[in-house]
């Protein structure tokens, strides 16, 4: 692969790089690349897609250049083309590390870092989705089937056209000098309500809590960081006017999103870990339903 895009990024007339080393990338079908270039321009950013994908890279051109727009860090994107049938993103390389190293080496900072997440979240959702980027209701079904009896009430949903991340975790998000200084990885990018995005991430972190991902010395501190992260988009934002909805989509976005992860080798999702979140997706959906 790494002699393929040599020749493909000297067609598409870049210069030769100094270094092209492979990135460690999500549970998705994407590969990455980091472009180390030998002249002052910085660093670059190549994600590969799947052939066929090629609508997904265009929703994450599409979402990264309205974000940037909007003052948002996101990468700035450099190039969308194809390489033997495989869509091709080119993006800056956003400065910093995942905040996710921060609240390992400091935890005490935590709650500090959950409020510079949280504001540059209630920023992004201060931008109207670009049109173009996808259906209005498309982010209803990435719950699946468990939402049927309260997706009428989703679909009342106010704000739904603002701009999603939908996978906003501190691995997701760089920190540099104590602000945030990117966000990255834009696969899920839909248009949707606000608080939306907030319990999608908030269902992340508990996913990581169940699957006991983090060491139990850093529950804490993961505990400050999620209250955090919301008071950060609260104070943008407002308060979330429907917190059972959102908590329910929320958690049936994750358990939706992790049930395709189950068995693949680098994943860390089992089907005991599913099965509790099964259980609280279909708590909150009942509380949903019933208030």
Known sequence: MEGRLRAWLAGQGFPKPRSITPVK?????TTLWKISQSDDKGDLLVSIFAAGAGDGADRERVAMEAA???GIPAPEVVLLDDMDGQPVLVTTWCPGKP???DLQRSPGDAHRIGMAMGETLGRLHLVAAPKNLAPANRWIALGGEALEQI????ELVPEANRLL???YHPDNVLIDNGGVSGVIDWANTLPGPPHMDVARSRAIL???RVGGLMPSSLTTALDAFEE???AGHAGVIGPDPHPELSAAWGMAMTVDDLAGQVGKPESWATEAVLDRLREERDRLIERAETT
């Open 25 to 29: 990338a999500g549970l998705g079908d």
């Open 68 to 70: 940037a727009r909007q």
């Open 99 to 101: 905040a996710l190293q």
């Open 151 to 154: 997706s009428r009430q989703l």
């Open 165 to 167: 991340h939908l996978d």
């Open 206 to 208: 508990r996913s990581v």
């Open 228 to 230: 955090g992260l919301v």
